[in-house]
């Protein structure tokens, strides 16, 4: 009988493990888990995670699927970078964070995954199309992916219209968790570097408390400040004010 089992853990350590995920019995992942835990092995690693992700010989698992991945991605294995990806694309076995699936996605990339390569090529797309036009529309961001661009954008370049998108996208909730100190904190940001967009919404929170205390001598300011640049319904505002 142990001929049979050194002789089926020879041909699976040969065969099965270079499956990405084809574990055929649970016998055979329990081999790949034993190679995964006691030998450090990233290929094992990967295919016990793609087998609790897939359910495949053992219980399905999102978090283990999760955990097997990731130990095996930070290996280097190239199929675990681009599984790790999608793990956090999608938030399986953890919260979705669409700024780390990229990364991961460009590790696995970098190695000539071919997936990965080609899902890079759309985030680029994607990337330029946004700030080409996504970033025009006040507050229009379409996916968790535009929001991060955005998001990527305002912190990093100090880009006002960037900053102004990140900040309705937090007051609306589009993309991103509603927070209403978040919306104030970048809309703040973009109206003191003058994107009248933005001067105009800022008098609107501080006109309605929205993630500040309420205070009508500021709003007017901005409200000012945005009629002093031709935003009509600041202009308007700014009519009620003085009538």
Not at 20 to 39: I, R, T, V, W, Y
Not at 94 to 99: E, F, L, P, V
Not at 130 to 155: H, I
Not at 212 to 221: F, H, V, Y
Request: proline share 1%; hydrophobic share 35%.
């Amino acid at each position: 009988q142990m001929k049979v089992v050194n002789d089926q853990r020879n041909s699976f350590e040969e065969n099965v493990c270079d499956k990405d995920g084809q574990l055929d019995s649970q016998m055979a992942f329990s081999f790949c888990l034993n190679a995964a835990k006691e030998h450090n092995d990233p290929k094992a690693q990967h295919n016990t995670g793609v087998a609790y992700r897939d359910g495949e010989g053992v219980g399905q698992d999102d978090e283990k699927a999760f955990y097997w991945i990731k130990k095996s991605a930070e290996q280097g294995f190239v199929d675990a970078q681009w599984n790790l990806g999608v793990l956090y694309h999608n938030g399986t076995g953890i919260k979705k964070d669409q700024t780390i699936a990229i990364e991961w996605y460009q590790k696995a990339a970098d190695q000539g995954h071919v997936a990965a390569i080609q899902q890079m090529k759309v985030v680029n797309d994607q990337r330029n199309s946004f700030e080409e036009n996504v970033c025009d529309k006040d507050g229009q961001l379409d996916s968790q992916m535009a929001f991060s661009f955005c998001l990527n954008a305002a912190k990093e370049h100090n880009d006002p219209k960037a900053q102004h998108n990140t900040g309705v996208a937090y007051r609306d909730g589009e993309g991103v968790g509603q927070d209403d100190e978040k919306a104030f904190y970048w809309i703040k940001k973009s109206a003191e570097q003058g994107f009248v967009d933005a001067q105009w919404n800022l008098g609107v929170l501080y006109h309605n408390g929205t993630g500040i205390k309420k205070d009508q001598t500021i709003a007017i300011e901005w409200y000012q400040k945005a009629a002093d640049q031709g935003h009509v319904a600041a202009i308007q505002q700014m009519k009620v004010v003085n009538d």
